[in-house]
Nanobody
Framework: QVQLVESGGGLVQPGGSLRLSCAASTSTGSYYCMGWFRQVPGKEREAVAAVDADGRTTYADVAKDRFVIAKAIDAYSHNRYNLILLMNNLRPEDTAMYYC???????????????????WGQGTQVTVS
């Protein structure tokens, strides 16, 4: 069982930066593959970036050279960790609801395919204007 809670969204001007966080709580303490996705109303969900259980990262084209994904273990509990998305040089087209997701599959790969993720957070809104 995994619980995901996103934070850090908000309103930012074009060219600005935001830091999204996803607090992940697990019942087993296992390291899962994690990812960030985003969605605009009326459009399909889009991958942003992912990280596998060993920390290897994958970026969608929309995120390359602007965003950084990272996973950090909570210093006080091996059952909690944070998934960070640093977003730089933001553009109006980055406006979306951003979701954190976990793939708890035993052989997860840090994929950008959303159907491979079985746990999702509630999302945090990012508006670039």
């Amino acid at each position: 069982q995994v619980q995901l809670v996103e934070s850090g969204g908000g309103l930012v001007q074009p060219g600005g930066s935001l830091r999204l966080s996803c607090a992940a709580s697990t019942s087993t303490g296992s390291y899962y593959c994690m990812g960030w996705f985003r969605q605009v109303p009326g459009k399909e969900r889009e991958a942003v970036a992912a990280v596998d259980a060993d920390g290897r990262t994958t970026y969608a084209d929309v995120a390359k050279d602007r965003f950084v994904i990272a996973k950090a273990i909570d210093a006080y509990s091996h059952n909690r960790y944070n998934l960070i998305l640093l977003m730089n040089n933001l553009r109006p087209e980055d406006t979306a609801m951003y979701y954190c997701a976990a793939d708890t599959g035993r052989y997860c790969t840090g994929s950008l395919l959303d159907y491979q993720y079985d746990y999702w957070g509630q999302g945090t809104q990012v508006t670039v204007s």
